[in-house]
């Protein structure tokens, strides 16, 4: 069972720090595009930043210089340094990644369960 499994989150105040961590475990061949989003109350849910498994990244404008993503390819692993915080980062956060399971020809989308960030003012 390939699966995504989050830890990091939890509450700070305006100003602070946290640090999303996101691992991939299973029989996993290839691990392709990892990002994370992020769903607000009553809001779609949005791309924060993603990273290919080069190491090329991309994040929201809402978030560019203050949050920074990294990936272990190793530990298959995916990080998302949060810092300045503000109370609109407040959201569950998804970690997500496109992943080649061992058999396959194709990537699959996979999502984790989520882990809640607030921030409060």
């Known amino acids: 069972q390939v699966q995504l499994v989050e830890s990091g989150g939890g509450l700070v105040q305006a100003g602070g720090s946290l640090r999303l961590s996101c691992a991939a475990s299973?029989?996993?061949?290839?691990?392709?595009?990892m990002g994370w989003y992020r769903q607000a109350p009553g809001k779609q849910r949005e791309l924060v930043a993603g990273?290919?498994?080069?190491?090329?990244?991309n994040y929201a404008d809402s978030v560019k210089g203050r949050f920074t993503i990294s990936r272990d390819n190793a530990k298959k692993a995916v990080y998302l340094q949060m810092n300045s915080l503000k109370p609109e980062d407040t959201a569950v956060y998804y970690c997500?990644?496109?992943?080649?399971?061992?058999?396959?020809?194709?990537?699959?989308?996979?999502w984790g369960q989520g882990t809640q960030v607030t921030v409060s003012s």
């Open positions: 299973g029989s996993i061949f290839s691990i392709n595009v």
């Open positions: 990273i290919t498994s080069g190491g090329s990244t």
């Open positions: 997500n990644a496109q992943m080649k399971i061992s058999g396959s020809y194709y990537y699959g989308n996979y």
